[in-house]
């Protein structure tokens, strides 16, 4: 030991110090390389220790390599080892930058804390006071509606009437009717709630008296499932739509979309289905009330996500919400998209009237001169472009129809550009666009197991097999107008064909490797139909879905009945006299003069429908038909039967009515003569 001190005392005190420098700056780097390498788990796990082994190998050669040819005076040898030495370690610097990047990246897209906020409000021009009656979500799970509204009236000491409720639009009409004169709502209030016609000016009618923000562990940040994505997988894509720059994640959203996909990394194949907003489903956190599927985004993604696996019956193992504005800095950091933009066309009375560009607000929600306008055809779209393309819906005639389709282009354009990317810049930029606008719940290892797909489809473009690249299966929910009754007014909502979502679900779930895919040998070829453009679900307009209650009042008592059996349900009938409740005295006796269910209301969850029959003769005071096929085949039969008896019974004795009348006429006239 002695001896070896004593060599390097003697030896070159520079080449000493570039020798320490290297070894030293070497040792650091190699250390930082290492720790943010394991971090990428399930990536290349053999090229990894590999690198690891043979730079470790390298720092152990240095070391001894390096005090030999310093202690025998080898200093140009040295000098090529040094220079060595630090282009390695300036390679580790640069490679834990961009893998701590990456990292940083894929653990900010899961937000484990944010911020939530409750909202007090009344209309503009209400006065709020201790006598004020405030309203209230009922669900103990919805964190800014309850938990933090709760907190709200707390801390704000109030002592107010709480009328409790189980949906927001009712709440909200409440306040409007001045049943309430407060209520409590998310902060993002105000663009959940605008798309609604009776609510499109709430932010103008409105005014917040008390508000209280709060960040916390993140209600929404639930783990599914354990799957890696290199198996069969579904993803629940939610656009939340925010004035900011960002994502803070609050639980409440607008929901305006909502995407379902399944992705096959086996076959590198997808499927993309396109939920309108206004599809009218029960909603899962609501004990399967029916409501449009875009109100279910007011209690939080978990309630989605139930809403959304209990329609399809397909479980969904992640969700992805992503801002909006999210949209613009990724299209431009890809220098843009291309896409055929529809022409918007409008229907009046005398036919249809095509418009010439596609004009929306921007990302900012700005109209006048910050108004995006676009031609129509294909075109390089930018970020802003590309967004309001994906907004607009109220130049087409099939409204949010025709708007999930154009959604559907956009995803579709972004996937063809994002396998072109030439820079690491490019990633990079997409990196932080992602980070900030972007909100999961899958894990950093799971995230990071795209890489294997990615690695997957770099390599069939490479090869040339351009046919094989991801492919993807786009959908087309077949639906019809449904202007339902909702409790206070009716709303333009939509219902859906069963065989129409049927075939998407088939088609998903073939995907997903769930059923397989039945070939069928006897086909017939349409050569005018486009096969490249097929949408699964379109053109099926069969099994609709949801049913209406019709306008039964002035309908006989019969007819009435037979309808409701029709549907399924049990018609109750209840008598009722002059001065009693539901008499109607505008139709005759035996009529049905009021029913229970009001016009255009959804009768799907219910089972007993009840009409109130203005009395006649009978003395019958209700009675009840049970509905049951035979018993109702059997009870029209002797129903028929006994109507029949009747009839005859009542010609009988009118002829014998007749024959009396001739017998007493007879008779009659003979005393007559027999007096003359």
Not at 62 to 74: A, E, H, P, R
Not at 229 to 249: I, K, Q, Y
Not at 468 to 473: D, G, H, T, Y
Request: charged letters at 25%; hydrophobic letters at 35%; a negative charge.
């Amino acid at each position: 030991m002695k001896a070896f001190v004593h060599k390097l005392k003697k030896s070159n005190k520079v080449f000493l110090s570039l020798y320490l420098i290297s070894l030293i700056t070497y040792i650091v780097f190699y250390s930082i390389f290492t720790i943010n390498i394991l971090h990428l788990s399930n990536i290349e796990t053999g090229i990894r220790i590999v690198l690891l082994v043979f730079f470790g190998l390298w720092l152990l050669m240095w070391f001894i390599t390096g005090l030999v040819f310093l202690f025998t005076k080898k200093y140009k040898k040295m000098i090529i080892l040094i220079v060595f030495t630090l282009i390695f370690s300036g390679i580790f610097g640069v490679s834990s930058y961009y893998i701590n990047k990456i990292y940083q990246t894929v653990d900010g897209m899961s937000k484990d804390k944010v911020v939530y906020t409750s909202n007090l409000i009344t209309l503009k021009d209400s006065n709020f006071d201790s006598n004020s009656k405030i309203g209230m979500i009922n669900d103990s799970n919805d964190v800014e509606g309850f938990v933090l509204g709760n907190k709200l009236i707390k801390n704000n000491s109030l002592t107010n009437e709480i009328n409790r409720y189980d949906d927001y639009l009712i709440m909200l009409n409440d306040l409007y009717t001045k049943k309430i004169d407060a209520a409590v709502v998310s902060g993002n209030y105000i663009i959940n709630f605008s798309s609604e016609e009776q609510f499109e000016n709430i932010e103008k009618e409105t005014k917040i008296v008390y508000t209280l923000s709060e960040e916390m562990k993140n209600q929404d940040n639930v783990s599914y499932t354990n799957k890696k994505l290199t198996e069969p997988f579904t993803v629940l894509l939610m656009g939340v739509d925010s004035e900011n720059d960002g994502l803070n994640a609050n639980q409440a959203f607008n929901g305006d979309t909502l995407m379902l996909i399944t992705f096959n990394p086996k076959t590198l194949t997808a499927s993309v289905f396109s939920i309108p907003r206004d599809t009218f489903v029960p909603i899962a956190c609501r004990n399967g009330a029916y409501a449009k599927i875009n109100s279910a985004a007011a209690s939080g993604t978990n309630c989605v996500i139930n809403t959304i696996k209990n329609l399809t019956d397909i479980d969904i193992d992640f969700y992805v919400k992503i801002n909006f504005k999210g949209v613009v800095d990724l299209v431009n950091t890809i220098g843009g998209i291309t896409v055929d933009v529809e022409k918007p066309y409008f229907r009046y009375n005398n036919g249809i009237d095509y418009h010439g560009q596609v004009c929306e607000q921007n990302s900012n929600r700005d109209f006048g001169n910050s108004t995006v306008c676009i031609d129509p055809g294909v075109q390089r779209l930018n970020g802003e472009q590309a967004l309001a393309y994906s907004r607009n819906r109220h130049q087409y005639i099939g409204s949010d129809l025709d708007r999930v389709k154009h959604q559907q282009q956009v995803i579709t354009a972004l996937a063809n550009e994002v396998k072109n990317l030439s820079s690491f810049e490019q990633f990079e930029g997409i990196l932080n666009a992602v980070e900030k606008n972007m909100d999961t719940n899958m894990k950093n290892e799971q995230i990071l197991s795209l890489y294997n797909v990615a690695k997957k489809i770099a390599l069939t473009a490479l090869s040339g097999k351009t046919d094989e690249i991801v492919s993807i299966n786009h959908t087309y929910l077949e639906t019809y107008s449904l202007p339902v009754w909702i409790g206070y007014s009716r709303t333009s909502a939509l219902g859906y064909y069963k065989d129409s979502l049927n075939d998407i679900v088939k088609m998903m779930k073939i995907n997903l490797e769930l059923e397989e895919e039945k070939i069928t040998k006897n086909y017939e070829i349409d050569y005018n139909e486009n096969y490249e453009s097929k949408y699964y679900g379109e053109k099926i307009r069969s099994n609709q879905v949801q049913i209406l209650m019709p306008n039964l009042i002035g309908k006989s008592k019969e007819e009435a009945s037979n309808w409701i059996t029709s549907q399924g349900k049990t018609p109750s009938i209840k008598y009722v006299s002059p001065g009693e409740a539901h008499y109607n005295s505008s139709v005759g006796s035996g009529v049905v003069a009021d029913q229970d269910i009001h016009i255009d209301s959804l009768i799907n969850n219910v089972g007993t429908i009840t009409i109130y029959v203005n009395e006649g003769k009978t003395n019958v005071i209700s009675e009840t038909i049970i509905n049951n096929t035979n018993t109702n085949q059997e009870d029209k039969k002797e129903e028929t039967t006994s109507n029949e008896v009747q009839k005859q019974e009542t010609k009988t004795e009118e002829k014998k009515e007749e024959q009396n009348k001739e017998t007493e006429n007879k008779e009659s006239e003979s005393k007559e003569d027999n007096k003359e």
